[in-house]
């Protein structure tokens, strides 16, 4: 049981697994998509020398792996659903980053600024292509059955229709000087709940279980997916920074439209209606200095911001654990699942 | 059956019964991508208003419902297919676009000049997305089975990543001063080929063909699909201006690498020769003038590069048809084929 909880181990079972096969799917792409998605995915530098590079947590192959052990098949029978979960996850983050102009992630330069945006298109579209071509070949590789492929494909498709939505609903976020609370929450379940729902489903889907027990691990993937996004907006605002261990305001300074923001907006009183006039104020827009953002901050939880997100995350991960209970699954899978949850809600940075 | 031959009515008949399941599909996206893409299609002018838009020719729906035709059912189990292809070709069109930075598309404006890169990378992928989706819909409307609708999107994703090979080789050839006919037809085979393939394909796959048959009419839509890019080669060097009625020299203009130039440069002999040298010329590159123009056009055809692009085209559209040879079909279907064929390779601009 000590061994079945143990996180790191599970997240390198998953990445030992899948990487192979991932590496393999990045081979069959045509020069010089082949070295851009090497890079992107932390395998070499630009000039395409092998680096030391992790690629990530593994959280969704880990997901994809532990589903297919739900559905009581072996491990492996997981692994193109992980593989093809990672490769849609990382179509997202190619666009998306060339969307939203960020030079770096796992930090390193982003593939638009190294190669250019055509490649980082290119790539991304590339990769989405292979995520189903790799949950088809599942079928001769006699890991699942054309039936049971289609079906996962429907919904890795489904998924990532979300996550387009979501990413489009972020970038209108961008015009507009205020979000609602269920605006905001529609907008993280679609960027972030959706493909983790996917990923906490498709290898059980490849193994053939039945659409309700399915829909019952999409729903703990995707509740899984909004309690990461409660604690991850925490953090954008008071997660403390490396060097100094000071609040980062990372997303105040960037006036993003979290879970916090949207809470105290919505909750009314002083601090909240003192928060929206300094948010509606044009003034120093994009130059807000430390002590501006503290007070934006502190105002936010004096609205009660902060703790309303908190209360959020640890209802968002209990709605996860109890959509576990709908799945019939041994109970070391069920305790890695759940060890998986406390992994990804419990962060410090 | 003259109105069997009558290609406008195919034409006219895809359109018909696959733009309302095209709307549809649209009307599923998040806003505004909703709006992008009905301008894109054609639909709407930038600010919304309903417009006498065409959207294309159709030639991908019309090859998916003839195929479902060849296959025995009804026209209306071809349209999933038909909207399927052609929401992956309007994928590459957005996404092509704004990586070759063209800024009119069907004389308007394209959709990364109107509304945004950001958009034209959404909304491509959202229609990539939806491809599938729209294959998959079909099995819960009754009109495949999930086995068939598996084996549709294997072929249309295996197409996808030629295609997206395609553009990144077409991108790669402007780095370069030649490229070989042999690489030529590969990028045309992949960027043109591969999805008239999947249409010809899709509507019999999905009626449940045979995989033998299947791959007939796939290598029909390919050479059919190079026939096209050889016409077009010709037209891209040859073709007359609206106006003018003179030769446009438009991919000369552009130094495109197509089968003519790649044709002239392999023959070897003094035009050959002359013209590699006019090419490898680093001056006047990109300020050529018209009577340059005139002459590298000259060359091409003394070396022999005219007609041998003229002779492949024909070849091509040979192969074509003979690979319908291999596919049992009503004559009437077979028919329509050929018309169309004939239809794709006979254009004067």
Known sequence: MVQALDVPGLLDRARRLCTPVLREAVNRLAPPMDRVARYHFGWTDAE????????GKAVRPALAVLSALAAGVPAEHGVPGGVAVELVHNFSLLHDDLMDGDETRRHRATVWTVFGPAQAILVGD?????????????????????????????????????????????LS??????????????????????????????????????DKQADALERYGYHLGL???????????WGETEVTGKPNFGDLRQRKKSLPVAA????????????????????????????????????IEEAGGRAWTADEARRQHATALAALDE??????????????AEFVVVRER
């Open 126 to 170: 590339a990769l989405f292509a292979l995520g189903n071509e790799v949950l088809l070949d599942a079928v001769a590789a006699g890991l699942t059955t054309q039936q049971d492929a289609g079906r996962a494909v429907q919904r890795l498709t489904l998924a990532t229709r979300k996550l387009i939505d979501g990413q489009a609903q972020d």
């Open 227 to 237: 309690a990461f996004q409660a604690v991850d907006d925490l953090l954008g605002i």
């Open 264 to 299: 105290a907006l919505a909750a009314g009183g002083p601090a909240s209606d003192r928060l929206a006039e300094l948010l509606a104020d044009p003034e120093n827009r994009g130059h807000e200095d430390e002590e501006q953002l503290a007070v934006r901050a502190a105002l």
């Open 48 to 55: 395409g020398n092998p680096t030391e590079g992790d690629g």
């Open 173 to 210: 976020f961008e015009h507009r000087d205020r979000v609602t609370v269920e605006e905001c929450l529609e907008m993280e379940g679609n960027k972030t709940g959706a493909l983790l729902a996917a990923s906490a489903s498709v290898g059980a889907v490849l193994a053939g279980i039945d």
């Open 327 to 340: 799945v019939a699954m041994p109970a070391e899978v069920r305790a890695q699942f759940a060890a998986l």
